[in-house]
């Protein structure tokens, strides 16, 4: 176990108390109850105004932990990766339904975070909204106790929005609003303004708003960086979906490029590929 969390350096230079609450490896948090955690630090913030903050299994503590003291939450990409909502069919699978249910058993901490104290506080949730897991969470722990929790999507971050945001410069600028309750400027979060990595940002939540077109006219690139971004998929999708047929003849242009890529997808996605090269 650490000494110190994310954060920690942070909330010295700005003179911020601050607690850190440490786990074992791999162990998620599990061993802590809430009433534990609730006679440890509530003789020292009493009275105070507190935060509670962390990220992945820190992301889910905040959240566990922090309704019980009213905290303010900053929890990003919060996950458990021994939470049960995490046991899908492939896992159950791969396992056996009764090594499943004894993981589940020996969870201990309670389920559902509906069930748990909440904080008057709306949460604001920092993820990657196309990160599986983290959504799963967000969508099926989250939402259901705080459907008015304020949520930050962070494109092309992955399980990783933290680093992201230090790349572009905005996780000061977060944890300072935060810290002073006063308003987020989402542009700061973000990268410049014409940089290649700003476009692809732009592409990710346009493809979320369902503009086909204009994701498909961003996100016809070098094959290179869209296989860095992990994104070729999605320039297929949008092409494949979008009502312009310049996309179509444009991608239909460079199919050559794409036989390698291809050729790994799944089944699915070369349909997909075969049908918009194959449009006259």
């Not at 630090?41 to 105004?49: A, N």
């Not at 004894?102 to 069930?115: G, M, P, Q, R």
Request: charged share 25%; proline share 5%.
């Amino acid at each position: 176990m650490g000494t110190s969390g994310f954060g920690t350096e942070l909330c010295a230079r700005n003179g911020w108390n601050h607690i850190y609450v440490g786990k074992a490896q791999q162990s998620k948090f599990r061993s802590l109850t809430l009433d534990r955690f609730v006679t440890a630090v509530f003789p020292i913030i009493d009275g105070r105004d507190v935060m509670a903050y962390g990220s992945s299994a820190g992301g889910y503590a905040a959240l566990y932990y922090g309704g019980a003291i009213n905290a303010r939450i900053l929890s990003a990409c919060p996950r458990n990766s021994h939470h049960p909502i995490n046991y899908r069919k492939p896992l159950i699978r791969r396992f056996g339904e009764k090594e499943i249910k004894e993981k589940a058993e020996a969870f201990y901490h309670v389920i559902n975070l509906s069930d748990l104290p909440r904080s008057t506080h709306n949460p604001v949730v920092v993820y990657d909204r196309l990160q599986t897991k983290d959504h799963r969470m967000v969508q099926k722990w989250v939402l259901p106790a705080y459907p008015d929790c304020k949520i930050i999507n962070v494109p092309n971050s992955g399980h990783k929005p933290l680093e992201k945001l230090k790349s572009v410069g905005g996780v000061s600028h977060l944890v300072r609003s935060f810290v002073a309750s006063v308003p987020i400027d989402r542009e700061k979060l973000k990268h410049k303004p014409g940089s290649i990595e700003r476009r692809l940002d732009d592409a990710v939540e346009i493809f979320e708003a369902g503009d086909f077109d204009r994701c498909a006219e961003l996100l016809c690139l070098d094959l290179d960086i869209l296989r860095r971004a992990g994104l070729f998929g999605m320039y297929v999708e949008s092409v494949f979906r979008s009502k312009n047929q310049a996309h179509k003849s444009k991608f239909s242009s460079r199919q050559n490029e794409f036989v390698a890529l291809k050729d790994k997808m799944k089944p699915k996605m070369r349909r997909k590929i075969d049908f918009i090269t194959s449009i006259p």
